[in-house]
């Protein structure tokens, strides 16, 4: 009898499964399409098959203006279950692939096309991610009222129709009666209105509401004022995705391995949490766990157990188990942005080698930090965590030894940014043959007394510095003296910038149209060799 029974669980489970994934089945009529165009011309919204269409039909649910990541979105659609599968490519890869044609569709603008973030250069912007906005004015958005399948593009205080999807939810529309036709819905963002936190009256009736909607794949808390997980989340057994983002939030309940669907965990700006349930790795399907900042408390353990891990933002190196670097060794999937803190707790080669860096192809931004109170760092430990030569911005903090020599290898071909930051090193690296840098800076880097040919990279290359539009320099306090360069080294070189270098007398002589600023310089005095 017992037997019996478990097998018609199983059934049941298996059943509803079927159930769920009947609500993204394609429709037919739609014309074929392939996702490996790279055409700018808008095909048509009604010609676009089936799976760009629902990826589109979901940002409805935004209000106008609103203004989104690339990476966010193509999250929403993965946890969705809208991404079409291709073989030899990531669900993330894929969508990023459909952002990319709706940007070049114009479906997708820039949030900000000629204002540039406060403090940012027009470089800078290379390197961080732009936001963008849908663009309503080529759809009817009358014709997507709550009857439609992917209903909502604002923020509303009515019911929801039993059609429903996806729905955006204002504060004052937490209440049961509303979500009562729409058992359906597989997202849910709660949008609080100015500074309104959610009392903890409407928090019950979230609850109430929640339970009843059973298929729910994503759901946004973010800004919500909730200061602990409420416990009803933990029930949503279909839910992949799961932003508590910028909540005062203070622990993670346990029961969130209850939550074995789950790809996305965002805990971004969190920061009153205290604690992370020791059991998280546990959650064997997590994909991305966003957690910025860390604190040491908050590392956690035995995370070389998610697998298949993309987005990790840091890893804090603890020399207690489950936390060591030789977590990160089987995790070769991590893709993006890698900030490794506390390297002085690398205690060994074999540790350093075990992280297996060299293996990380997706990581395009890595910072290697050391403790700033660490009297020395080991060169050699250094030398084993080099990345995959795929990297695209290097930052090293804290380090003081000699820089590995990989730092200015001229195979990372894709290096375009690299910054030093409190540093004590006799010599800087030879960074002049590194093909596509264009953005050098050097800050609070002490110990080096001159810059010569070998920082150039002379004898390797015949013009240093090819791609290099910005240097800057800050508080370099021991350097004295920029030997001559090339005539033809530095030769799109377009702002060098030096505050606080105070034994500093001159520069090499640069091209007439390279600007040069000076702060806090009292003995700079001239270009080598201006006339």
């Not at 490519?89 to 114009?106: I, K, P, Q, T």
Request: charged share 20%; hydrophobic share 40%; aromatic share 10%.
């Amino acid at each position: 009898m017992l037997c019996t029974v478990k097998r018609m669980s199983l059934v049941m489970a298996h059943l509803e499964n079927l159930v769920e994934e009947m609500h993204s089945l394609p429709s037919p009529s739609l014309p074929p399409f392939s996702s490996s165009s790279s055409s700018t011309e808008d095909p048509g919204y009604h010609l676009l098959p089936w799976y760009l269409r629902r990826c589109l039909e979901f940002c409805f649910i935004f209000t106008p203006g609103f203004t989104f990541y690339k990476k966010d979105l193509v999250l929403f659609w993965v946890a969705g279950g809208l991404v079409h599968p291709v073989a030899g490519r990531s669900l993330e890869e894929e969508a990023g692939h459909y952002f990319d044609l709706m940007v070049s569709w114009n479906y997708f603008l820039l949030a900000y096309p000629d204002h540039p973030e406060p403090g940012l250069t027009s470089l800078d912007l290379d390197l961080d991610p732009p936001l963008y906005k849908l663009r309503f004015d080529w759809i009817n958005i009358d014709r997507f009222t709550m009857d439609h399948e992917f209903v909502r593009h604002c923020l509303f205080d009515d019911l929801v129709s039993e059609k429903a999807r996806h729905a955006s939810v204002g504060n004052c529309s937490i209440s049961e009666g509303w979500l009562q036709p729409s058992r359906g819905l597989r997202t849910i963002f709660l949008r609080r209105r100015g500074t309104h936190c959610y009392s903890n009256s409407s928090l019950n009736d979230a609850g109430r509401l929640f339970l009843k909607v059973r298929y729910l794949r994503i759901l946004d808390l973010s800004h919500a004022g909730f200061k602990s997980l409420p416990d009803y989340v933990c029930d949503l057994l279909h839910l992949r995705s799961l932003n508590l983002s910028y909540n005062p939030i203070e622990t993670l309940s346990r029961s969130i391995i209850n939550l074995f669907r789950l790809q996305t965990l965002n805990l971004f700006r969190c920061h009153e949490l205290t604690s992370i349930p020791d059991n998280l790795y546990l959650l064997s399907n997590l994909r991305h766990l966003i957690i910025s900042p860390v604190k040491l408390n908050l590392m956690p353990t035995f995370i070389g157990r998610f697998t298949s891990l993309q987005t990790l933002l840091q890893f804090t190196v603890l020399r207690k188990d489950g936390c060591q670097i030789g977590e990160l060794r089987n995790l070769n999937n991590l893709c993006g942005e890698l900030s490794i803190e506390n390297l002085e707790n690398v205690a060994t080669l074999d540790e350093a080698k075990g992280a297996r860096l060299h293996l990380k192809t997706g990581i395009h931004k890595l910072s290697l930090v050391w403790s700033g109170n660490e009297p020395n760092a080991n060169f050699d430990i250094a030398q084993d965590l080099r990345p995959h030569c795929n990297l695209k911005v290097l930052k090293i903090f804290n380090y003081n030894s000699k820089f590995p020599s990989w730092v200015s290898n001229p195979s990372f071909t894709h290096l375009i940014s690299i910054t030093l930051t409190n540093c004590l090193s006799q010599e800087l690296p030879p960074f002049g043959p590194l093909p596509l840098l264009k953005s050098l800076q050097i800050v609070n880097v002490n110990g080096v007394k001159h810059i010569g040919p070998k920082f150039y990279g002379w004898g390797i290359v015949k013009i240093a510095f090819p791609s290099l539009l910005s240097l800057k320099i800050w508080h370099m306090n021991d350097l004295e003296a920029w030997a001559q360069c090339k005539s033809t080294d530095f030769p799109v070189l377009k702002e060098i910038y030096l505050s606080s270098c105070k034994k500093l007398k001159n520069l090499p002589k640069m091209r007439p149209l390279v600007k040069i600023k000076t702060f806090n310089c009292p003995k700079f005095s001239h270009v080598s060799g201006s006339n």
